[in-house]
């Protein structure tokens, strides 16, 4: 994984991330993940404790990767007063978090910790409640509050929680299903012409969403 953040033991997390993300738990030996980072398996356990161990310690570093990009995001959303604001007001405090995960989820860099977060929603396990409690249900939160807020007549927190999961699910498609989106698309890569794409369309819905909820149209 070819990532930006530094951590202590970042090549032996590295490493497992991709191999975890790969083969699963299961399928990544110990031995595997060492040599591929030139380590002694024996770093493994001093470091971690063991295989469990080090993969927990990979989720904590994913979830360290994405709040440092989600966070300023989360913290502008709870900055608004929902109760007071306007639509336009909750339009401008949910555009940046779709210019965000646009950039997540078109991230090659992000690769293997995609792997690694896909085996996770296919399967979960004692990581995937490290994951979604630190990165996945803050932002989802935050979503849904604002949405709730623009809504008039009120609607249910459990309508909110639908709309935050399918305003985000327009985006993570172009990660969770990257074959299919690009050979639709017709694209061969996505570069800066097609982020902006993704972001225009992302905005569009959005709009759309908050339109019919401060419209009344959703009643």
């Known amino acids: 994984m070819n990532e930006i953040r530094e951590a202590p033991h970042a090549d032996l997390l590295n490493a497992a991330i991709e191999l975890f993300g790969r083969s699963g738990f299961e399928g990544a030996s110990t031995r595997a993940i060492a040599s591929a980072c030139d380590k002694p398996m024996s770093a493994i356990t001093y470091h971690f404790g063991g295989k469990q161990g080090l993969y927990l310690a990979c ?17 502008g959303i709870d ?11 909750i339009e401008a405090a949910l555009i940046p978090l779709v210019e965000a995960g646009v950039a997540i989820v078109t991230d090659p860099r992000l690769d293997t910790v995609a792997m690694f977060m896909l085996r996770e929603q296919a399967a979960p396990t004692e990581a995937f ?18 949405l709730a807020a623009a809504a008039n007549p009120p609607i249910e927190p459990e309508r909110a929680r639908v709309l935050a999961i399918m305003l985000m699910g327009q985006i993570l498609m172009f990660r969770t299903c ?15 012409d097609q982020k902006r794409q993704l972001v225009g369309a992302a905005r569009v819905h959005l709009s759309a969403i908050l339109h019919s909820l401060s419209s009344g149209e959703h009643a």
């Open 59 to 75: 989720a904590r570093h994913i979830a360290e990767i994405l709040g440092e990009r989600i966070q300023p995001v989360v913290e």
């Open 129 to 146: 409640d490290l994951l979604y409690e630190r990165v996945m249900c803050p932002l989802l939160t935050s979503i849904a509050g604002l």
């Open 79 to 89: 900055a608004l007063n929902a109760l007071s604001a306007t639509r336009e007001e």
């Open 178 to 192: 990257r074959a299919t989106t690009m050979r639709f698309s017709e694209w061969e890569e996505i570069g800066a």
